[in-house]
């Protein structure tokens, strides 16, 4: 069953987890085969992982409340074995798997190790998994990421995790649902504790949403294509445990963003200069400024900030911190985008940055850079306008170093947006990096 070759998840869609029911590494991978993932190329993959014992993965059909879900166990002859979390990670690297497979396997289990860690007070490198070491583990999280990548790699989110009350035994002894690895992994998502007894979200479920997937807003408007669902090993229970995987378009935008507004009437406005480059430092797109009548006819302004989700609690903190507001409003908004670029051309003044935007219809637009534009005049001595006026009629000649034809690389945005990048990416250096 399930034999036959996948077929990659086609640009546009996406797949949302929907993990109320339950969610395991076997889940998962269950529901993976039912998009169309092949197991048997994830049983060849995963059989080539040094040192693991031998195993076959049976993919069946059963029925959970009058519905029909797929289900998949790892069949292991040998002795379950213990391993050390570096022990995981040389079989992954020394493994023939695909360059991002490793990486994004290595990084699940790299998060789990660093969960155990925590809650045993030992660095990751010394932490010993019991039942994640097992074999069937291993295929499962390792094999999840093989089907992600016979399914083309399609974005996943997450919607918020339902966590189940009660005890589960672990090798530790008898602990609390949700278990502490999970719970751990889980900061930063969005949680909510159910009356369902046992355990809903186990570890390994847990550490694969946190390394492959985003939480996704409940305001994002998406358009289902497909449901699949696929069950785990409890039976009998009032909560079916099941995990609903929905294969989905992307409707009307193509992410969304924070956008973070706040209103100032008794701030001196020589500062806002400083405030607005500190706020593009770290990690802004966009801040601009309104100016407004306000409360006893004052003068103010407002001061809006777009930015990613992984930036907002810096830019909420800078807010805060540099300018005399007491309360900011944060709301998320739809960005569709052009696929862009950036081209040197030639003019007579010598060579200029030029931003490339592509309509749906194929035609290109083009804008100067401003800042290339405005050194070229200084160093020339010429009005800018000649400068723009040659730049926009000139053709590209050489594509900038590190941007990939016909995608919105990092650095794209102009010189500004360069140089927020390479803030971002000096701070994930100075703190170690995550992955």
């Given at each position: 069953m399930n034999g036959r070759p996948a077929q990659p998840i086609g640009g546009g869609r996406m797949i949302v987890v929907d993990p109320t029911s339950g969610l395991s590494g076997d889940m998962f991978l269950a529901g993976l085969f039912a998009l169309g993932a092949s197991r048997a190329r994830v049983e060849r993959e995963v059989s080539g992982l040094r040192g693991l014992e031998p195993f076959r993965i049976v993919f069946g059909r059963v029925k959970r409340h009058g519905i029909v879900?797929?289900?998949?166990?790892?069949?292991?002859?040998?002795?379950?074995?213990h391993r050390h979390l570096g022990d995981i990670l040389d079989m992954i690297e020394r493994s023939r798997l695909d360059g991002r497979v490793k990486e994004l396997a290595a990084g699940a289990f790299e998060l789990l190790g660093r969960a155990e860690g925590a809650i045993h007070g030992l660095p990751a490198s010394r932490v010993h998994f019991h039942e994640v070491g097992a074999v069937d583990s291993i295929v499962d999280m390792v094999g999840a990421v093989v089907a992600l990548s016979d399914l083309g790699f399609p974005p996943i989110y997450h919607r918020p995790f339902l966590l189940g009350s009660g005890t589960v035994r672990t090798a530790h002894g008898v602990l609390p649902v949700p278990a502490p690895a999970t719970i751990e992994l889980l900061k930063g998502r969005t949680v909510r504790f159910g009356a369902s007894m046992g355990e809903v979200v186990t570890p390994t479920g847990a550490a694969l949403m946190k390394a492959l997937a985003k939480e996704i807003s409940p305001l994002r408007p998406?358009?289902?294509?497909?449901?699949?669902?696929?069950?785990?090993?409890?039976?009998?229970?009032?909560?079916?445990?099941?995990?609903?995987l929905i294969e989905a378009e992307r409707a009307a935008f193509e992410?969304?963003?924070?956008?973070?507004?706040?209103?100032?009437?008794?701030?001196?406005?020589?500062?806002?200069?400083?405030?607005?480059?500190?706020?593009?430092?770290?990690g802004a797109i966009e801040v601009y400024l309104t100016q407004l009548v306000m409360k006893k006819g004052r003068p103010g302004v407002l001061v809006t900030v777009l930015c990613e989700p992984a930036s907002l609690e810096e830019v909420i903190d800078t807010l805060f911190g540099e300018t005399t507001t007491l309360g900011v409003r944060?709301?998320?908004?739809?960005?569709?985008?052009?696929?862009?670029?950036?081209?040197?051309?030639?003019?007579?003044?010598?060579?200029v940055?030029?931003?490339?935007?592509?309509?749906?219809?194929?035609?290109?637009?083009?804008?100067?850079?401003?800042?290339?534009c405005k050194g070229i005049a200084r160093r020339k001595g010429v009005p800018i306008g000649r400068v723009y006026d040659e730049a926009r009629a000139a053709k590209g000649t050489a594509r900038r170093a590190g941007v990939p034809k016909g995608k919105a690389a990092?650095?794209?945005?102009?010189?500004?947006?360069?140089?927020?990048?390479?803030?971002?990416?000096?701070?994930?250096?100075?703190?170690g990096g995550s992955r």
């Open positions: 879900a797929g289900r998949a166990r790892v069949v292991c002859e040998a002795a379950a074995k998406i358009r289902p294509r497909r449901v699949v669902y696929a069950a785990g090993t409890r039976a009998e229970s009032e909560n079916p445990g099941m995990l609903r992410r969304e963003i924070f956008c973070v507004r706040t209103s100032i009437d008794d701030m001196n406005p020589e500062l806002y200069q400083h405030v607005q480059e500190l706020l593009f430092e770290r944060v709301s998320t908004e739809g960005r569709a985008e052009l696929e862009r670029w950036t081209e040197t051309v030639p003019t007579s003044f010598g060579e940055t030029v931003k490339r935007g592509r309509l749906p219809d194929g035609t290109v637009k083009s804008a100067p850079e401003y800042e290339s990092e650095g794209t945005r102009g010189s500004r947006g360069t140089a927020r990048a390479a803030a971002r990416s000096g701070k994930k250096r100075r703190k």
